[in-house]
Nanobody, 123 residues
Framework: QVQLVESGGGLVQAGGSLRLSCAAS????????MGWFRQAPGKERQFVAA????????NYADSVKGRFTVSRDNAESTVHLEMNSLKVEDTAVYYC????????????????WGQGTQVTVSS
């Protein structure tokens, strides 16, 4: 059974930082691209960042470029999202997802999803 479990969310002031983690189990982690998405209240889920199976390639939404960094540890089957210079508009539930093919920015391309972790940025 595939499980993706996010952690690291919380409440932070604008300008602060958080580091999200997603622990994967039940799948050959090294061959899956991993993505991060977020969903704010009343809005659709949107792409945030993704990393290739090897970790050698990444992709970011324009809204987070230069502030967020995605990385992975294949030995630990974990993917991270380092979030700096957080803004109020970054407030959302953050989800990690696994995609068997390659880096993708669309939700439908992902096979497995975590339950999400709440990130709240206060002004």
């Amino acid at each position: 059974q595939v499980q993706l479990v996010e952690s690291g969310g919380g409440l932070v002031q604008a300008g602060g930082s958080l580091r999200l983690s997603c622990a994967a189990s039940g799948l050959p982690f090294r061959v899956y691209a991993m993505g991060w998405f977020r969903q704010a209240p009343g809005k659709e889920r949107q792409f945030v960042a993704a990393v290739s199976p090897s970790g050698g390639a990444t992709n970011y939404a324009d809204s987070v470029k230069g502030r967020f960094t995605v990385s992975r540890d294949n030995a630990e089957s974990t993917v991270h999202l380092e979030m700096n210079s957080l803004k109020v508009e970054d407030t959302a539930v953050y989800y990690c997802a696994a995609n068997r093919l390659a880096i993708q920015t669309t939700q439908n391309a992902y096979d497995y999803w975590g339950q999400g972790t709440q990130v709240t940025v206060s002004s």
